[in-house]
């Protein structure tokens, strides 16, 4: 199969995983120890549900027909600050992911931006959490 053929399946992965990282923030976020660290949570949740809404808009350019997200359940165990120390590792993996597929896209313009996008949230909230857990 080849790459754009594959990209719907790939896309439906991915708006998945961004709803859920959404609500995982937005869960995170009530349990913030403080004003500031609520604000940064809200904040990396906005950024993953409009990458969800990029994603699934491309879906729907590709295959013509809605996605439908699966279901969203939350089962991360631990502490705010184990969960979020296992975020930093998950966010630097999704970016690799993310650019592998930038650069993977050519000269399709949307898909880049939209890996871009979500390439680049996923950096910056790596980063904002271990300026969290310091």
Do not use: W
Not at 6 to 19: A, C, D, F, T, V
Not at 90 to 102: D, N, P
């Amino acid at each position: 199969m080849n790459k754009i053929s594959n990209m719907p399946r790939k896309l439906g992965e991915y708006i998945n995983s961004e709803l859920h990282d959404a609500q995982l923030y937005k869960a995170l976020s009530r349990s913030a120890p403080n004003d500031r660290d609520k604000e940064i949570l809200e904040e990396f949740s906005d950024d993953c549900s409009d990458n969800a809404q990029e994603f699934t808009k491309l879906y729907k350019l590709m295959t013509g027909t809605a996605f439908v997200p699966a279901p969203t359940h939350l089962s991360e165990n631990g502490s705010y600050r184990n969960i979020l120390r296992s975020r930093i590792r998950e966010e630097i993996r999704l970016s690799k992911k993310y650019r592998r597929e930038y650069l993977s896209c050519g000269d399709r313009l949307p898909l880049k931006r939209a890996f871009f996008n979500a390439y680049h949230n996923a950096l910056e909230h790596a980063v904002g959490i271990i300026e969290l857990c310091s």
